[in-house]
């Protein structure tokens, strides 16, 4: 089986390498309002629910919402924007928005992971 390689091109036609394909991505990164935080996916437990590893030093039991069950995939590993419930306590939370690979890079790069960064393996 032959697969074909994804290629980028410009309005001009031209192939893009992978740093301006990279570039053209980042439009938009949402950052945390209010009470949001960033965190890291450290294990699926079953049933939409995962442990996550937050920016404010706390780990959660986190929980995809029915509105974004079938559009939000994810894996371990994964920068996620977690919303803390209110009523539940500190230890539960909302699996909002998963950040891509080009906007983890802009987040590293402009010092919104440095702590998740030093807690790493």
């Not at 909002?96 to 702590?115: A, D, H, V």
Request: with cysteine; net charge positive.
């Amino acid at each position: 089986m032959d697969y074909k390689k994804h290629v980028v091109k410009d309005k001009g036609g031209r192939e893009l390498s992978e740093e301006e394909v990279e570039q053209l991505e980042i439009k938009r990164t949402r950052m945390p309002r209010g009470r949001e935080t960033i965190g890291i996916l450290d294990q699926r437990l079953g049933a939409s629910r995962m442990r996550v590893r937050c920016m404010d030093g706390k780990t959660r039991v986190c929980r995809v919402p029915g509105r974004l069950k079938r559009r939000l995939w994810v894996r371990e590993g994964d920068v996620l924007l977690i919303e803390p419930w209110e009523l539940g306590g500190d230890d539960k939370g909302d699996v909002i928005f998963k950040y891509r690979l080009s906007q983890i890079n802009w987040l590293k790069k402009n010092g919104y992971l440095k702590q998740l960064e030093t807690e790493e393996f």
